[in-house]
């Protein structure tokens, strides 16, 4: 089955910085790759998620990056607001049989 | 409509009792996973369910976890004979397709006293 592994598993960041967290997979196949965002007490939401025949999508101060040669995806946060402090999920899918597989997570803490 | 709905929201129990919790997905969904989150931690995968089918039941902690789901719709997670390390908030999220986005429940918040 599909491996997702996640770094770091916290960044701390300045106000107004960036914040990059990286994912690797295992499975070639996988071709569908959502990042989650979890705030504190509160259920997991997709922000953005990308697939196997794009290389980069943004939205707004977020984009994911996909590297398939690789096997990894990237997410980033530009000009960070303290909203953004929560923890984000990256996730991998598609290869069949295979099941959406997460990350261990990013607790990200944007100081003001 | 209606998202991802999860029942009870708060459920306190003895230890060593049985407990059920329900999962009732999007309509039409037919990928169905459950998680579990102890405080400050990430998702633990359990069980994922591809219709009414469970072709994945390799995160499933000990033979007092079972769980099932009828008519591709609904689905309840049981453990048996509850132990304090069974507390954890337990999340249930549904997708068209294991490819598509997954909507997460509110969760249960399972306390075992």
């Known amino acids: 089955g599909e491996n997702v592994e996640q770094h770091p598993s916290t960044l701390s960041v300045q106000e107004g910085d960036s914040a990059v967290i990286k994912c690797t997979y295992s499975?070639?196949?996988?071709?569908?790759f959502p990042w989650y965002k979890q705030e504190l007490g509160k259920r997991p939401q997709l922000i953005i998620d990308i697939r196997s025949n794009v290389g980069e999508k943004k939205d707004q101060r977020i984009a994911v990056t996909l590297n398939k040669t690789a096997k990894h995806f990237s997410l980033h946060i530009t000009e960070t607001q303290p909203e953004d402090s929560a923890v984000y999920f990256c996730?991998?899918?598609?290869?069949?049989?295979?099941?959406?597989?997460f990350g261990g997570g990013t607790r990200v803490l944007v100081k003001p | 409509g209606a998202g991802v709905s999860q029942s009870p929201s708060n459920k306190v129990t003895e230890k060593g009792k049985d407990v059920e919790l329900r999962c009732d997905p999007i309509?039409?969904?037919?990928?169905l996973y459950w998680y579990r989150q102890s405080l400050g931690q990430g998702l633990e995968f359990l069980i994922y369910f591809q219709g009414n089918s469970a072709p994945d039941k390799s995160g499933l902690p000990s033979d007092r976890f079972s769980a099932e789901r009828t008519g591709g719709s609904v689905s309840t997670l049981t453990i048996q004979r509850t132990q304090q390390e069974d507390s954890a908030v337990y999340l249930c999220?549904?997708?068209?397709?294991?490819?598509?986005?997954?909507?997460f429940g509110q969760g249960t918040r399972l306390t075992v006293v």
């Open positions: 499975d070639s196949a996988s071709n569908y």
């Open positions: 999220a549904s997708s068209l397709d294991r490819t598509f986005e997954a909507f």
């Open positions: 996730a991998a899918s598609g290869a069949a049989g295979n099941k959406l597989t």
């Open positions: 309509s039409g969904h037919t990928a």
